[in-house]
């Protein structure tokens, strides 16, 4: 079965870093081609937070440019995003996508 499945959310203090991970599974090689990040916020809107493309080029924007880094690693079939600093606006559900699939989403919720 081809899938991706975030983990690492949780309820988390404002300031400190928090890393989540995206696993694949099935076909998916996590070590090529393009992969990205997005959180979704409680009123279902959908803000791309970050992109790694076939060249391993970072792209970032939204809210939370400056203050997220995007990596992967090819021997644990595993995508990453580090948050540094996080704020209270930061809540909400963090999906990963690549070769137009979806996971489920891990859920982060930030207190002050």
């Known amino acids: 079965q081809v899938q991706l499945v975030e983990s690492g959310g949780g309820s988390v203090q404002a300031g400190e870093p928090l890393k989540l991970s995206c696993v694949a599974s099935?076909?998916?090689?996590?070590?090529?081609?393009?992969l990205a990040w997005y959180r979704q916020t409680i009123s279902n809107e959908r803000e791309w937070v970050a992109t790694t493309d076939r060249d391993d080029m970072t792209f970032y924007g939204g809210s939370m440019n400056g203050r997220v880094s995007i990596s992967r690693d090819g021997a644990k079939n595993t995508a990453y995003l580090e948050i540094t600093s996080r704020k209270p606006d930061d809540a909400g559900l963090y999906l990963c996508?690549?070769?137009?699939?979806w996971g489920q989403g891990t859920q982060v919720t930030v207190s002050s």
């Open positions: 996508t690549a070769y137009s699939i």
């Open positions: 099935g076909r998916i090689v996590l070590s090529r081609g393009a």
